[in-house]
């Protein structure tokens, strides 16, 4: 099958998981065969996979040429095996599906269905999860946060399971934990997101790749991800806005005791108060400062873009 003949590409990140790729590329063959005028392609990204991942893969490929393979050096994450995959892809429709087996590709036709001109993002969610419940607490506590900080009210943001337009996927930056907040950075630029409910299986195969370590650099990932959604066009509104309120605080102390000093005898010099003051002050004007800067920055940087890049319609032009 030549590129031009590929509508959908299924994105599959794999970590050690040669004994679910077999079973996932049969069920992805089956549930996409039936969709009529979608041609579609599979592609593989092992992401430093220490079993024999990327043999199977190989097998795969000469059996199926709708198989392709895409292999790192190490393991770099989540986040830069889809990126990898999203550069290879060729379809204008990209779907993420987890290596486990647990995300069912029987799912995919009735997303794919849903896509169209209200809808650019189809995002799954576990209506019945198949995991233990030291994973599903700290997933229900991730998922509340994000919601309530991000703004986008979604039972599961990440579920591996999505399926949505290639300019959405590439509007997305996709480092670190970031695909976990794929759909709220797509949001917070006007995409439309919608969520359907996935049947989810327990794992067969493999070990989790579940770590609570995850779940802190994905908090930290986060406060990225609120500086980019709320912030990112507009720097100087964040440093600024913090270091204008720290500076009034500054002032507002320092005038304190000037007026002591003023207008009574006690000494200020000595007190903690006075030095805490100048400080607030001179974080204060440092914010401002880098707020500036950062804006000054951006300037240049938004010249050099596409001024259409947000449009998504264009009328008589």
Not at 177 to 204: C, D, K, N
Not at 212 to 225: F, N
Not at 295 to 313: A, G, I, N
Request: net charge positive.
């Amino acid at each position: 099958m030549t590129s031009r003949n590929v509508d959908v590409s299924i994105l599959v990140p794999v970590k050690d998981e040669a004994q679910s790729l077999d079973q996932l590329a049969k069920e992805v063959a089956l549930a996409l065969d039936d969709e009529a005028n979608r041609g579609w392609e599979l592609i593989f990204i092992d992401d430093g996979s220490t079993d024999n991942s990327w043999g199977e893969i190989h097998h795969l490929a000469q059996r199926d040429p709708r198989v392709r393979g895409i292999r790192f050096r190490r393991n770099f994450g989540k986040s830069a095996a889809l990126a990898a995959g999203l550069a290879s892809a060729h379809g204008m429709t990209i779907v993420t599906l987890d290596g486990d087996l647990q995300d069912d590709p029987a799912e995919i036709p009735g997303m794919l269905s849903r896509l169209g001109t209200s809808t650019d993002l189809v995002a799954g969610y576990k209506a019945l999860r198949k995991d233990p419940l030291r994973k599903r607490l700290p997933s229900k506590v991730f998922n509340f946060f994000t919601s309530v900080i991000t703004g986008l009210r979604l039972k599961d943001h990440n579920c591996g399971l999505k399926v949505g337009r290639r300019e959405l996927f590439e509007s997305v930056p996709l480092y670190g934990e970031m695909h976990r907040y794929l759909a709220a950075i797509a949001h917070s630029q006007g995409f439309t997101i919608v969520e359907q409910p996935v049947h989810h299986r327990p794992r067969l195969h493999g070990s989790s790749k579940f770590g609570l370590e995850r779940y802190a650099r994905g908090a930290l990932d986060l406060l990225t991800v609120v500086s980019l959604t709320r912030f990112g066009r507009r720097p100087a509104h964040l440093f600024g806005g913090v270091g204008l309120l720290l500076g009034l605080v500054g002032i507002l102390t320092l005038g304190y005791l000037s007026g002591i000093w003023f207008f009574t005898d006690q000494p200020i010099g000595n007190r903690p108060l006075l030095l805490l003051g100048a400080l607030l002050v001179l974080v204060a004007v440092q914010l401002v400062s880098l707020g500036i800067l950062a804006e000054m920055v951006l300037s240049q940087d938004v010249s050099r873009h596409d001024p259409l890049r947000h449009v998504s319609e264009r009328l008589g032009l």
